[in-house]
């Protein structure tokens, strides 16, 4: 069976929790997917139920966060948001059903998209808030996955991305700034998503990442002199596999055939060794507490160290024991390959929608 | 322990209560935070002011907060009326516990418009809530808002209508520029204090190169202040990456304003009178003014690399001012003669090495501004021979003797592989 055990958490503390709801959906449910299915027969048909009866009491609660004009909030009642769109997106991929497909509103959501759209190509997170990259990558990638990119959506978007990369090699959250894990893989997995990876300066993107691995830690850290951090072991190490495909496309004869181009073995030494707490659950670095996030992305970036390459040409390096091994995780938007393509194949079959919301805006001045 | 709803109730209000008694007691806190106090105490009051530090007990935060955010959130939902008043204390105590909660923040946004509070009220709050959590991001984009929303006010469109509305406050009486100016003033000071409560504080500096960008645009006086304020900051704060690299937009952007003076200067058909200024002092003032500054920043890096050995964001440091420099130099000392001073042996070393850089440089007109200028840069140059003797400016081989002393001199093994790191770098990225 799988462990899809979900809906108890995401009930508990609603309101208070710092990270939405939405959010803890994703996280919870994606760390759960990447542990593989033990192949055992769910016992009893009750257990089955059971397990319906939570996804669907799921979907009818990110249902809830949907607001009336597109996207995701929060929680119930708050405003669109491209974050928690994101991840309700994405947590219902995860989920992949057909009850979950259903719950987007792909008309309003891209209305949604459009509302936050601005001229120069950015995108706030919410209407009247403030522009940074990671807004481009949450809507490239729930357009992209439920089929909703019209011509015009990401017009200018690629050339903003790609004024965010600095002389560092990495990208900021807006341009001029500093050189940050988070932005960059933002950035880059959102150019990936737009077919434009290629248009950055990839030799010094790559140079800047594979810097950022410690070499006494072996996680990687979010900027130079900072500090390990267990989340930038997906952050960071997860721009390699888009580098790597990035090379790859451009016909680099040097390319590995069997690694990715970063210490794979000393990530999962740390992830494993430093970042484990003992009741369950990961976290930053040893001395901070657990939390939903760390546990979400520490995992995804265990994942991307133990799985090289795609389906054809697959070569897997698993620290520790065979029950350490997770699935592989899609490298742009970071759930299951299998529910990528399934979300893919089902919202291609729909047609693309036609804008019906506001024009795109200018920034809320007021 | 179980208590009844009512307690609750009866708590929490008191703590709201004493909270805001606290500011208008002492209009002077400048700091609050948390006193680890597990214990409950019903009969006491959990909120300690001792000379201008507020504190809150923990042991409250756990009624009071889920309290405040319910209020909040029923108010917001139409199920429960809020006055003004209520509204301000309420989001005073939330967002001093809290600040990510963007609610609330919104709430004061309301509150701003219809009046009820005033700009720089709310900027007192933030830095509040910055000195317990200097990160915020929510905080800090709160902030922003604000600042815009004040610079709208202070606008000539915005001083009309306050004209024509009722009179707000102390603050408002006071002349727009003036407002304007002490509130850059401040927001420095904001940040940097952020800045030294968290290391490397990506959002604190951020706001700061916003304010740059948003407050004091091409304002060359506040870029060269600035430069000399951090200069002290980030001496102390050596492994700051966040701080060098705002220093890294200073040089960037001074660069880029002196420049466009120069060219200015340099074009006659810009000028209103139509003949080329020619101002002994001021004549190519910022070909002598940038190479200074890129140089005062190498030297201060040099200083530090030496005297701090194996701090990795020093090293980064040189590479972007170095590179920085190259790039300057590249557009805009691109050709002979041009106006160039005669430069130490190092430049002539340099400019003899084969500069294939059409994929790099700007598109600057330089020929144009050749053929203009080119007696009058000539006079220019032997002008400036006169002047005294010339700073040695950074090049490839100054930068590697550079390295091969540190490598002489040095026992600390990261010194070491970031010396032979940058010289690599030098070689490969640079050298080309």
Redesign the interface.
């Known amino acids: 069976s799988c462990s899809l055990s979900i809906t108890v958490h995401v009930f508990s503390n609603l ?2 929790e ?1 990270a939405s709801p939405p959010l803890r959906c994703f996280s919870e449910s994606h760390s759960s997917e990447l542990f593989s299915d033990d192949g055992v027969q769910t016992v009893t048909s009750r257990e089955q139920v059971s397990l319906t009866l939570s996804i669907s009491y799921v979907c009818q609660f990110l249902a809830r966060c949907q607001s009336p004009t597109g996207g995701f909030g929060g929680g119930p ?2 405003h669109a948001h491209l974050a928690p769109t994101y991840a309700a997106v994405n947590a219902l991929c995860i989920l992949g059903t057909e009850e979950a497909y259903e719950v987007i509103s792909r008309e309003k959501l891209l209305d949604f998209l459009y509302s936050v759209k601005q001229p120069d190509g950015s995108f706030v997170m919410h209407v009247g ?2 522009v940074d990259v990671r807004s481009a990558y949450c809507a490239a990638s729930v357009a992209s996955l439920t089929n909703i990119i019209t011509p015009t959506l990401f017009d200018g978007t690629h050339n903003w991305i790609l004024s965010c990369q600095n ?2 090699g990495g990208l ?3 341009p ?3 050189a ?1 894990g988070g932005y960059t893989f933002c950035g880059t997995a959102a150019l990936v998503i737009l077919g434009k990876e290629h248009m950055l300066d990839l030799k010094t993107l790559l140079r800047w990442v594979t810097s950022r691995q410690m070499r006494f830690e072996g996680g990687f850290q979010g ?4 500090l390990v951090d267990g989340c930038y072991s997906f952050w960071q190490a997860g721009l390699l596999p888009l580098l790597h495909r990035a090379f790859f496309k451009e016909g680099d004869s040097t390319l590995s055939v069997s690694s990715w181009m970063f210490e794979r073995k000393a990530l999962q030494e740390y992830i494993l060794l430093c970042c484990q707490n003992p009741g369950g659950g990961l976290l930053d670095k040893p001395g901070k507490s657990r939390d939903f996030y760390h546990t979400c992305y520490c995992l995804s970036g265990l994942s991307i160290a133990q799985h090289f390459g795609n389906k054809d040409l697959h070569n897997e390096l698993i620290l520790g024991r065979d029950e350490n091994r997770l699935v592989p995780t899609h490298p742009v938007y970071n759930i299951c390959p299998e529910k990528v393509a399934q979300a893919i194949e089902h919202f291609h079959r729909l047609p693309v929608p036609v804008q019906t919301g506001p024009t795109p805006s200018a920034m809320d ?2 | 322990m179980a208590e009844s709803e009512e307690e609750v109730d009866v708590l929490v209000q008191r703590v709201v209560k004493d909270i805001n008694n606290a500011f208008k007691r002492n209009p002077n806190i400048d700091e609050i935070g948390l006193i680890p106090c597990p214990e409950v105490r019903y009969n006491r009051s959990p909120i300690v002011l001792v000379e201008n530090k507020l504190g809150v007990e923990s042991w409250c935060v756990k009624f009071l907060l889920p309290y405040v955010h319910n209020r909040l959130l029923l108010y917001r939902q139409r199920k429960q009326w809020l006055d003004r008043e209520a509204l301000v204390d309420i989001t005073c105590t939330l967002l001093l516990l809290n600040p990510d909660f963007t609610t609330a923040w919104n709430v004061r946004k309301e509150l701003l418009q219809c009046g009820v509070l005033n700009p720089e009220k709310d900027l007192y709050l933030v830095k509040l809530a910055l000195s317990k959590h200097p990160k915020s991001p929510e905080t800090w984009i709160h902030r922003r808002w604000v600042l815009q929303w004040l610079q709208k006010e202070c606008s000539p469109s915005g001083q009309e209508l306050k004209d024509q509305a009722e009179p707000r406050g102390d603050a408002v009486g006071r002349r727009p520029c003036e407002r304007l100016q002490r509130a850059l003033q401040e927001e420095m000071r904001v940040c940097a204090d952020a800045a030294g409560r968290y290391p490397s504080n990506y959002n604190a500096w951020s706001h700061r190169i916003w304010v740059l960008q948003n407050m004091a645009k091409g304002n060359l006086k506040v870029l060269h202040d600035e430069l000399s304020s951090t200069r002290l900051w980030v001496s102390m704060h050596l492994s700051d990456h966040s701080g060098f690299h705002y220093r890294q937009h200073l040089l960037k952007a001074l660069a880029r304003e002196l420049s466009q003076v120069g060219e200015t200067e340099l074009h006659p058909s810009k000028q209103p009178n139509g003949e080329s200024t020619a101002g002994a002092s001021d004549d190519n003032h910022h070909n002598d003014v940038i190479p200074q500054l890129f140089h005062e920043e190498m030297e201060l890096c040099t200083d530090l690399i030496e005297s701090f050995p194996g701090h990795e964001t020093l090293w980064c440091h040189r590479r972007h001012v170095f590179y920085l420099w190259h790039q300057w130099r590249r557009e805009h000392l691109q050709g002979a003669g041009s106006q160039s001073p005669p430069l130490t042996h190092t430049d002539v070393l340099l400019s003899e090495e084969p500069c294939d850089d059409s994929s790099t440089s700007q598109t600057m007109d330089v020929d144009c501004v050749l053929d203009g200028s080119k007696h009058g840069s000539y006079t220019q140059d032997t002008k400036r021979l006169k002047r005294g003797p010339l700073l040695p400016h950074p090049a490839l081989p100054s930068e590697h003797t550079f390295v091969s002393r540190i490598l002489t001199d040095c026992r600390s093994t990261e010194q070491n592989r970031f010396a032979i790191a940058y010289r690599k770098w030098l070689d490969s990225v640079i050298g080309q």
């Not at chain 1, 900027?223 to 900072?226: A, E, I, L, T, V």
């Open positions: 309101i208070m710092e009642c708050q808030g403030e002389w560092e900021g959250g807006v001029g700034l500093e940050h900027r130079c002199n900072k001045q007021s």
